[in-house]
């Protein structure tokens, strides 16, 4: 193993003692009662297949057999979930050739970032993630189950299912993807003409084409944000089969992996092969695995969020250090739009997931010594699955990258670390991803002009009011403040600026997710403005130091004066919490702890002992520190 990744892994296992022993010990307590639906009364048991058909009644009825529990995110209105309205069908079919059944259990909700980008309902998407937790939590509660799939791809949906289905570790687990979309329009096209509608130049109806055109068809949008973070993410934490997180929708082999899944459930429980439960597979090193997979390939900066809240439901406690470290030794192996013009289908087709696993694991950076769903060790995952005679079969995959322009080997990387660093200073603690900024465009220091809404950034360029250099503060739009909407709404603008010349930077209480490209921009700053945090006393004109080379996050000033500012808090976030049921997330809004900490609702371990100091409190007194300890 790499120094670092053992160290780092080394750190969090000691970290997380106490918090995983008592994790282990809750799910090992459930494993115990034996098959849950024997534990039923009669009129529980009757209620809960009285819909089956007489074959799967008389299988239910013996608790020797396996019930397997269907968890799915399907909606219409996601491409990439759309797919999933006929795997119902396919899964029950696989599973009955077994002798067992599968029960829909429930569906949890899904939201698209891509339709609610920019728009009000994009402030419930951060919070969709616990809610998704929690209905998952609720299709389990009925104890009916012996194994659970979990079928979701995007954003927010596949965390929220992992969340919760740890707190139902003791269940053999499999998540079932849908696969991209074939390629459409160019990413390279379609960010120009974003750009030239940003400046007035093309109509809304070129616009709109070019969208069309972009994503047209189901399946999941075929740049690297944050839902194929999140497939590249699964399969490397052994959670789905290899191979099979970029197979297109509607192919016979995407059939054939989904009757596989189904079948690899039931074949992971006590009765029926080597019984293998979530809570063996998700543990430290496999949590490891998964950031060092993510900063390889330049995944999304949401992750930096969603895998603390993941860790912390399996008893886990990782912080930003963690993955900063990581990122410094961890090379970038990968470009994907938006860290280069390739699309996924172009990744999958010059090695994938395969290829990438086998980087890793010969260079030391990844930890083979894990359990996946298809048993011991990540070395399995070097495979790719094809079908022969029309049965699924997996063979080692590519040795070599197909495309040096997308995949490259470890020894001759893209770049000699993952591009995410850790920002702190006067100004808090945050995170920036530079993977896809230029080196000339990681050191700015200019003049802050300050915005309490991504809306005036947007109007004040339209005035003209930006043609210099300068750093956006974009301020209360942390998850206490409104929810933590994505502001690629901003994208275009500052995208602009920075070609014509300005030196250009954001910083922001908000998120910029997977689609964050060639402006530097410092994220999740905590603590947030509504909270007292140091952003909340920024003023236009402040020189701000943002230099993602040394983590600096900075207002360059000779005192501490500018932090007894008078600071209130703007209208607009009360504007922000009313409509498009914004109102009902008023309690999530309250509740909600830092992003270093997952920027959750949930509180898995009461025992602030264990948790890093620099992530106690999440307040005014700490926003009123001159820095923000490491």
């Given at each position: 193993?790499?120094?670092?990744?053992?160290?780092?892994?080394?750190?969090?296992?000691?970290?997380?003692?106490?918090?995983?022993?008592?994790?282990?010990?809750?799910?090992?307590?459930?494993?115990?009662?034996?098959?849950?639906?024997?534990?039923?009364?009669?009129?529980?048991?009757?209620?809960?297949?009285?819909?089956?058909?007489?074959?799967?009644?008389?299988?239910?009825?013996?608790?020797?057999?396996?019930?397997?529990?269907?968890?799915?995110?399907?909606?219409?209105?996601?491409?990439?979930?759309?797919?999933?309205?006929?795997?119902?069908?396919?899964?029950?079919?696989?599973?009955?050739?077994?002798?067992?059944?599968?029960?829909?259990?429930?569906?949890?909700?899904?939201?698209?970032?891509?339709?609610?980008?920019?728009?009000?309902?994009?402030?419930?998407?951060?919070?969709?993630?616990d809610l998704i937790a929690m209905a998952t939590?609720?299709?389990?509660?009925?104890?009916?189950?012996?194994?659970?799939?979990?079928?979701?791809?995007?954003?927010?949906?596949?965390?929220?299912?992992?969340?919760?289905?740890?707190?139902?570790?003791?269940?053999?687990?499999?998540?079932?993807?849908?696969?991209?979309?074939?390629?459409?329009?160019?990413?390279?096209?379609?960010?120009?003409?974003?750009?030239?509608?940003?400046?007035?130049?093309?109509?809304?109806?070129?616009?709109?084409?070019?969208?069309?055109?972009?994503?047209?068809?189901?399946?999941?949008?075929?740049?690297?944000?944050?839902?194929?973070?999140?497939?590249?993410?699964?399969?490397?934490?052994?959670?789905?089969?290899?191979?099979?997180?970029?197979?297109?929708?509607?192919?016979?082999?995407?059939?054939?992996?989904?009757?596989?899944?189904?079948?690899?459930?039931?074949?992971?429980?006590?009765?029926?092969?080597?019984?293998?439960?979530?809570?063996?597979?998700?543990?430290?090193?496999?949590?490891?695995?998964?950031?060092?997979?993510?900063?390889?390939?330049?995944?999304?900066?949401?992750?930096?969020?969603?895998?603390?809240?993941?860790?912390?439901?399996?008893?886990?406690?990782?912080?930003?250090?963690?993955?900063?470290?990581?990122?410094?030794?961890?090379?970038?192996?990968?470009?994907?739009?938006?860290?280069?013009?390739?699309?996924?289908?172009?990744?999958?087709?010059?090695?994938?997931?395969?290829?990438?696993?086998?980087?890793?694991?010969?260079?030391?950076?990844?930890?083979?010594?894990?359990?996946?769903?298809?048993?011991?060790?990540?070395?399995?995952?070097?495979?790719?699955?094809?079908?022969?005679?029309?049965?699924?079969?997996?063979?080692?995959?590519?040795?070599?990258?197909?495309?040096?322009?997308?995949?490259?080997?470890?020894?001759?990387?893209?770049?000699?670390?993952?591009?995410?660093?850790?920002?702190?200073?006067?100004?808090?603690?945050?995170?920036?991803?530079?993977?896809?900024?230029?080196?000339?465009?990681?050191?700015?220091?200019?003049?802050?002009?300050?915005?309490?809404?991504?809306?005036?950034?947007?109007?004040?360029?339209?005035?003209?009011?930006?043609?210099?250099?300068?750093?956006?503060?974009?301020?209360?739009?942390?998850?206490?403040?409104?929810?933590?909407?994505?502001?690629?709404?901003?994208?275009?603008?500052?995208?602009?600026?920075?070609?014509?010349?300005?030196?250009?930077?954001?910083?922001?209480?908000?998120?910029?997710?997977?689609?964050?490209?060639?402006?530097?921009?410092?994220?999740?700053?905590?603590?947030?403005?509504?909270?007292?945090?140091?952003?909340?006393?920024?003023?236009?004109?402040?020189?701000?130091?943002?230099?993602?080379?040394?983590?600096?996050?900075l207002l360059l000033a000779e005192d501490d004066?500018?932090?007894?500012?008078?600071?209130?808090?703007?209208?607009?976030?009360?504007?922000?919490?009313?409509?498009?049921?914004?109102?009902?997330?008023?309690?999530?809004?309250?509740?909600?702890?830092?992003?270093?900490?997952?920027?959750?609702?949930?509180?898995?371990?009461?025992?602030?002992?264990?948790?890093?100091?620099?992530?106690?409190?999440?307040?005014?007194?700490?926003?009123?520190?001159?820095?923000?300890?490491?």
């Amino acid at each position: 193993m790499h120094p670092v990744v053992e160290q780092v892994t080394k750190r969090i296992i000691k970290r997380s003692q106490p918090t995983r022993r008592a994790y282990l010990a809750q799910m090992k307590a459930a494993e115990e009662q034996g098959v849950h639906r024997g534990t039923l009364s009669c009129g529980n048991l009757a209620h809960g297949f009285a819909a089956c058909n007489t074959d799967d009644k008389a299988v239910l009825k013996m608790v020797n057999q396996v019930n397997v529990a269907m968890v799915s995110a399907y909606n219409d209105m996601l491409s990439a979930h759309q797919p999933f309205e006929r795997y119902p069908d396919q899964i029950r079919d696989a599973i009955r050739e077994l002798g067992s059944v599968a029960q829909f259990a429930g569906g949890v909700p899904a939201m698209c970032d891509g339709v609610t980008q920019g728009q009000p309902g994009m402030e419930l998407s951060l919070f969709s993630r616990d809610l998704i937790a929690m209905a998952t939590a609720v299709s389990l509660s009925h104890n009916m189950f012996d194994a659970a799939l979990y079928l979701g791809v995007c954003d927010k949906i596949v965390p929220g299912l992992l969340m919760g289905a740890l707190r139902f570790g003791h269940l053999p687990t499999v998540f079932v993807p849908a696969g991209p979309m074939p390629s459409g329009l160019p990413n390279k096209e379609k960010a120009r003409i974003r750009q030239e509608y940003a400046q007035g130049k093309i109509g809304r109806d070129a616009l709109l084409q070019c969208e069309s055109d972009s994503y047209h068809s189901a399946g999941t949008c075929t740049f690297y944000g944050t839902a194929n973070s999140n497939q590249m993410m699964v399969e490397i934490m052994g959670l789905h089969l290899p191979g099979s997180s970029f197979v297109n929708p509607g192919t016979e082999l995407r059939e054939q992996l989904t009757r596989y899944a189904a079948q690899q459930a039931v074949r992971l429980t006590a009765p029926n092969g080597r019984y293998t439960p979530l809570y063996e597979i998700v543990d430290e090193k496999s949590l490891v695995n998964g950031i060092v997979a993510l900063l390889a390939t330049g995944g999304s900066t949401n992750h930096t969020m969603h895998i603390i809240a993941i860790a912390a439901a399996a008893g886990v406690i990782i912080d930003w250090q963690d993955f900063s470290d990581l990122s410094d030794v961890v090379p970038l192996i990968a470009r994907v739009y938006p860290n280069g013009e390739a699309d996924i289908n172009h990744f999958h087709a010059a090695g994938g997931v395969g290829y990438i696993v086998r980087e890793l694991l010969g260079a030391g950076y990844l930890h083979d010594d894990v359990m996946t769903i298809m048993g011991h060790g990540l070395s399995r995952y070097t495979q790719e699955p094809f079908l022969q005679d029309g049965e699924l079969v997996w063979r080692e995959g590519t040795t070599s990258s197909l495309d040096d322009q997308v995949l490259r080997p470890a020894a001759t990387p893209f770049s000699a670390n993952g591009g995410l660093k850790l920002m702190r200073g006067n100004l808090g603690r945050g995170v920036i991803k530079v993977s896809a900024v230029a080196e000339a465009h990681r050191v700015v220091e200019a003049p802050a002009i300050v915005f309490n809404d991504q809306d005036d950034l947007a109007e004040a360029f339209k005035r003209g009011e930006l043609e210099k250099d300068f750093i956006a503060v974009v301020r209360y739009q942390g998850p206490n403040a409104i929810g933590m909407p994505e502001l690629h709404k901003l994208t275009p603008f500052l995208g602009t600026l920075q070609d014509k010349g300005f030196k250009v930077a954001l910083v922001t209480d908000g998120r910029m997710s997977g689609a964050s490209g060639k402006v530097p921009a410092a994220i999740h700053v905590w603590p947030e403005a509504q909270l007292g945090g140091p952003l909340a006393y920024v003023q236009d004109g402040d020189r701000i130091r943002l230099d993602a080379t040394t983590g600096e996050l900075l207002l360059l000033a000779e005192d501490d004066l500018w932090l007894q500012r008078p600071a209130s808090e703007p209208a607009v976030v009360k504007q922000h919490g009313l409509g498009m049921g914004r109102e009902l997330f008023g309690p999530m809004r309250s509740q909600v702890n830092e992003a270093e900490r997952g920027a959750t609702v949930f509180c898995f371990s009461s025992d602030t002992d264990q948790v890093p100091e620099h992530l106690q409190g999440n307040g005014s007194e700490a926003g009123r520190n001159s820095e923000v300890e490491a």
